[in-house]
């Protein structure tokens, strides 16, 4: 016997128990989809459609997607490619699931992806060690491999939220410099421990082969746990814009740190203190003291949806969903409201729950056409919960600076993100 219970409220405006994904079966389906299922319906119902009556097109050596999916793309802060940063974002309204493709993973480039020959690229590792080593792509092939499922997000990732006034924008534009996938290489750890460390060591800075250098200095207590030489992404070598050949990846951290295009490391016993740490990734605080050094993702989640740009098609059953991550480990709990905070209920969590990865919740929800405000709540497994924007901005500040093409001033943005929802079904960013 069903358990109807199931589709009844359990929070404001409409949100219903997420036992019912797993309970509701037929009866769910049938009201998510706004259709009755009849059990008398046959393979006489259906039609020979052009496609059904031709062969189709020749299978590639290299998969392309569907042409009807040609509007599921990044969107470009620098398309024409002048001598300044340029961005490109993840569309995480038009795509779902918990792995980012390869195609639409978020990119930043100071200046340019370069064309590396990768029989040509070396690493090197040297400073605080009783052996420097230098490796080809060909070498690290040969050690043993690891694989590591972590999003990468940038610091100033969502950064338009400390705005005073809410801007109006997808969640492309809003949240759309994270990313998710399965990344295979070295454990750093590794490679220390063949090249010998200094007592003396304690930090090492990592450089890129990008015409910038960008350089990072990550303590040594980080490359020695978790900290990988990532050759593939998703199971294919490295993207372009993601580093190829070679990258650094420090799961959960700061997403400038994992250094791309990774051509040195050097062990030292103080930072490098180099012009990105130094500058661009040390915002000054309301007291007037710069945030430095500070390196952990921390908990967080965004509905994607509904979300902007995905306006409502009438009253009726729904999936809230969206994704939640933490640089602490696995997300243990999230929770949605359809009321601005004033009642919550809990979402359901797609397995696996990865540590430091993309989390899929979702929520089953009976819209009644009226204006409501959605927003989601995330917790960790250390026990940290996302904050609320005041809370967030009450040690952090807000701008008055509108966004730029170029980026946007401030970092590690972290907090409840509220989306309005009129009664013609059009979804806004609002501060609640």
């Given at each position: 016997?069903?358990?109807?219970?199931?589709?009844?409220?359990?929070?404001?405006?409409g949100?219903?128990?997420?036992?019912?994904?797993?309970r509701?079966?037929?009866?769910?389906a049938?009201?998510?989809?706004?259709?009755?299922?009849?059990?008398?319906a046959?393979?006489q119902?259906?039609?020979?459609?052009p496609?059904?009556?031709v062969?189709?097109v020749?299978?590639?050596d290299?998969?392309?997607?569907?042409?009807?999916?040609?509007?599921?793309?990044?969107?470009?802060?620098?398309?024409?490619?002048?001598?300044?940063?340029?961005?490109?974002r993840?569309?995480?309204?038009?795509?779902?699931?918990?792995?980012?493709?390869?195609?639409?993973?978020?990119?930043?480039?100071?200046?340019?992806d370069?064309?590396?020959?990768?029989?040509?690229?070396r690493?090197?590792?040297?400073?605080?060690?009783?052996?420097?080593?230098?490796?080809?792509?060909?070498?690290?092939?040969?050690?043993?491999?690891?694989?590591?499922?972590?999003?990468?997000?940038?610091?100033?990732?969502?950064?338009?939220?400390?705005?005073?006034e809410?801007i109006q924008?997808?969640?492309?534009?809003?949240?759309?410099?994270?990313?998710?996938?399965?990344?295979?290489?070295?454990?750093?750890?590794?490679?220390?421990?063949?090249?010998?460390?200094?007592?003396?060591?304690?930090?090492?800075?990592?450089?890129?082969?990008?015409?910038?250098?960008?350089?990072?200095s990550?303590?040594?207590?980080?490359?020695?746990?978790?900290?990988?030489?990532?050759l593939?992404?998703?199971?294919?070598?490295?993207m372009?814009?993601?580093?190829?050949?070679?990258r650094l990846?420090?799961?959960?951290w700061?997403?400038?740190?994992?250094?791309?295009w990774?051509?040195?490391?050097?062990?030292?016993?103080?930072?490098?203190?180099?012009?990105?740490?130094?500058?661009?990734?040390?915002?000054?605080l309301?007291?007037?003291?710069?945030?430095?050094?500070?390196?952990?993702?921390?908990?967080?989640?965004?509905?994607?949806?509904?979300?902007?740009?995905?306006?409502?098609?009438?009253?009726?059953?729904?999936?809230?969903?969206?994704?939640?991550?933490?640089?602490?480990?696995?997300?243990?709990?999230?929770?949605?409201?359809?009321?601005?905070?004033?009642?919550?209920?809990?979402?359901?969590?797609?397995?696996?729950?990865q540590?430091?990865?993309?989390?899929r919740?979702?929520?089953p929800?009976?819209?009644?056409?009226?204006a409501?405000?959605?927003?989601?709540?995330?917790?960790?497994e250390a026990?940290?919960?996302?904050?609320?924007?005041?809370?967030?901005?009450?040690?952090?500040?807000?701008?008055?600076?509108?966004?730029?093409?170029?980026?946007?001033?401030?970092?590690h943005y972290?907090?409840?993100?509220?989306?309005?929802?009129?009664?013609?079904?059009?979804?806004?960013?609002v501060?609640?």
């Open positions: 016997m069903r358990d109807w219970k199931n589709l009844e409220p359990v929070a404001g405006n949100l219903l128990h997420r036992r019912a994904f797993l509701g079966g037929t009866a769910l049938a009201a998510m989809t706004g259709y009755t299922l009849v059990q008398s046959s393979a119902q259906l039609t020979d459609d496609w059904s009556l062969p189709g020749a299978v590639p290299y998969g392309a997607r569907s042409r009807f999916e040609k509007n599921v793309v990044r969107t470009l802060s620098n398309p024409n490619a002048e001598p300044r940063t340029q961005h490109a993840t569309p995480h309204h038009l795509i779902n699931g918990t792995f980012t493709p390869n195609g639409l993973h978020f990119v930043i480039s100071h200046a340019g370069p064309d590396i020959d990768p029989d040509k690229h690493l090197v590792i040297h400073g605080l060690v009783k052996q420097p080593l230098v490796f080809t792509l060909d070498t690290l092939g040969r050690y043993p491999m690891v694989s590591r499922m972590t999003f990468l997000e940038c610091g100033g990732n969502s950064a338009p939220l400390f705005s005073k809410p924008a997808s969640v492309q534009a809003l949240h759309g410099l994270v990313s998710c996938a399965e990344w295979t290489g070295v454990s750093l750890s590794t490679l220390l421990e063949e090249a010998g460390l200094d007592k003396r060591a304690k930090w090492l800075v990592a450089e890129g082969a990008d015409a910038p250098h960008l350089s990072r990550v303590p040594l207590t980080k490359a020695l746990d978790d900290a990988m030489i990532a593939y992404q998703n199971g294919e070598r490295l372009p814009g993601n580093g190829y050949p070679m990846l420090l799961p959960g700061e997403g400038n740190m994992n250094i791309k990774l051509r040195r490391i050097q062990l030292t016993e103080m930072p490098g203190m180099s012009f990105y740490e130094a500058r661009t990734y040390a915002p000054i309301p007291g007037g003291k710069a945030y430095q050094f500070y390196f952990l993702q921390e908990v967080k989640s965004f509905i994607t949806h509904p979300s902007p740009g995905l306006a409502m098609k009438g009253p009726g059953f729904y999936e809230i969903s969206g994704v939640a991550y933490s640089g602490n480990g696995r997300i243990s709990k999230v929770m949605v409201s359809a009321d601005g905070g004033k009642s919550w209920a809990q979402a359901a969590l797609q397995e696996p729950v540590s430091k990865a993309f989390t919740f979702r929520v929800w009976r819209w009644d056409g009226g409501v405000v959605l927003q989601s709540r995330a917790w960790d026990g940290f919960a996302q904050p609320t924007r005041s809370e967030l901005v009450a040690v952090r500040g807000e701008t008055t600076r509108i966004p730029p093409v170029t980026g946007f001033p401030s970092q972290n907090a409840i993100t509220s989306w309005a929802i009129d009664r013609n079904g059009e979804v806004k960013h501060y609640a």
